[in-house]
């Protein structure tokens, strides 16, 4: 199982940003997916996830969704309205059924938002 996070980038307060996570030897639609960002400093947290029967998913009052592309096998996450607070890596992750834990993790991408 991989799972290849990409789309990161320097963004300014503000401004609007999409990360993607692409999956192979996994099949995302039948399992929960999350978006984890660690900052500098910081344990890393989970931002947004989604589960096997949603499409989308939002948090932090939309500024976060979350979206799953079955055809491709992709989970995508919009980011709005960035905040220097919202830089840090972020991490997708596959959470498998029955488990209590996030079973397989991305390599990473840097997200950093300039105020």
């Known amino acids: 199982v991989q799972l290849q996070a990409s789309g990161g980038g320097l963004v300014q307060a503000g401004g609007s940003l999409r990360l993607s996570c692409a999956g192979s030897g996994i099949t995302f639609a039948a399992q929960r997916v999350g978006w984890h960002r660690q900052a500098p400093g910081k344990q890393r947290e989970l931002v947004v996830q989604i589960g096997p029967s949603a499409s989308s998913v939002d948090s932090d009052n939309g500024r976060f969704t979350v979206s799953r592309d079955d055809s491709k096998n992709t989970v995508d996450l919009q980011m709005y309205s960035l905040r220097p607070e919202d830089t840090g890596v972020y991490y997708c992750?596959?959470?498998?059924?029955?488990?209590?834990?996030?079973?397989?993790w991305g390599q990473g991408t840097q997200v950093t938002v300039s105020s």
């Open positions: 992750a596959v959470l498998l059924w029955g488990r209590s834990s996030w079973s397989y």
